[in-house]
DNA sequence: AAGTGGTCTAGACCACTCT
DNA sequence: GAGTGGTCTAGACCACTTT
């Protein structure tokens, strides 16, 4: 099999190094729609047969693209061009009441208003002390104690998800918030059953690379960066009734809130 | 001078890769603080004369470390634990009126605020017609015209963010909105003084990995991703009245919103 | 001049995938 | 079995920083 793709030969002017040239050249060709999302990049000996440089040389180039999330390699198989995963979208109003009172819980509605496979996994339940950063949204000390429920959302199979909340145990000891299924409309509707009105939720938001404990948990790609929000969600008197700790594969999302003017 | 850190041996039972071995050493002595923020990791010659392996399994370490953006490299001085800039905190009314009434534009209050000193450059000022996206959000078509007003913004001489702003041309033509100096207020000041009193804006949030030319024009470390915002204003009457694109480094930013539960 | 990381060569053996 | 990427060795020369 002949070289597929019109790659351009190395600029022996050039004081760019080799390998950032070959990793320029194949750049160019994904950007350009030449290689599209799927297709195989030439294998390391192709490449290497092209260039005439050594294998190194080569895997140096593939590194750069790899770290900068444009390809995967699969081993035995070749290095691939990145297909990006359908993006979920939530809407700044994915909290708003009419959306809980359906009985389903965000993830599920939304997910199945699309047209995906809602999942829920490792649902891991416990009753502890908070860390200071908790207990300080929560308004209460690391003496006190908290409900804290983890899990992992997966859409069609594919984890996009992990999610950590914490209540404080007052309002969640003897609620199904304790329980692995939370009932009908999760547990902001406990909450709510607690006597404890919902009325805003502040959400932090935060970019870097994962964790390595992440990129297992979401089977990421090299190369692709997470979002890390924490969710605080406040009463109408004010008082914090729940923090949730999200980390969410960053090009599975897009994050989408209104701003005030006024 | 002798090994400063306590490095354990290798496992030669594992049947994990040697340069990972190296990697989790290095990266747990980062996450306990026995390296800290700006100190300097063990020479590569150091590493190879203590794991007794050769220089391209210690540099494969390294770069595990660096894809993850743990660790700089500095040519000729050594390979440093990566320092975080001071954190910039968006809060979801940062262009709520109060704030734009002072007469100074949203970035320079708040880091003047933050006691940085803010500076923006590059200033380009083009009218010219709107990509497919840009056209749609403005309600345009790409025959029509926008005002496109590109900049940099620095902290303490730090670039932090580029922006884009697009302005339908109707709008802008004849204002300084055209102008380097787009005058007290800022261009939603200009934007308000022709009739249109904005309502809210509408903000989309992504992560990804930089582009070459963001990475440069930020001074980006590798492995750092950045923020891709892309906001909307609205205008009382709907009328979508500015398109504003913006990539932000993402270490020096948590962006905070608020959202409803009504 | 000595020490550091940056680039590159030319091999080797292994594990995985496909046919 | 042939082709692919994954790991590793053992060198070489270069460019940059520090002393």
Redesign the interface.
Known sequence: MVEPLNLPDLDSASDRAVFRQVADHLRDAIDRGQLGQGDKVPSEAQLMQHYGVAR?TIRNAL?VLQ???LTVAEHGRGVFVRSHPPVRRLA??????RHRDQGKAAFIAETEGAGGKPTVDSIEIAELSPSPAIAERLGLTTDDRVAVRARRYLINGQPVETATSYVPAEIARGTRIMEPDSGPGGIYARIEEQGYR????????????PLRSEARALKLA??????HLV?T?YATDGTPVEVCDTVMS??A??????????
Request: net charge neutral.
């Open positions: 190194m590194q770290s900068e999330g700044s109003d994915r909290f708003a009441r919902l009325d805003r939720f502040v959400e932090e938001v935060k970019s870097r690379m090299p190369g692709v960066p997470v979002f969710r969600a960053s090009d999302y897009v994050l989408s809130y209104e701003l005030p003017a006024r």
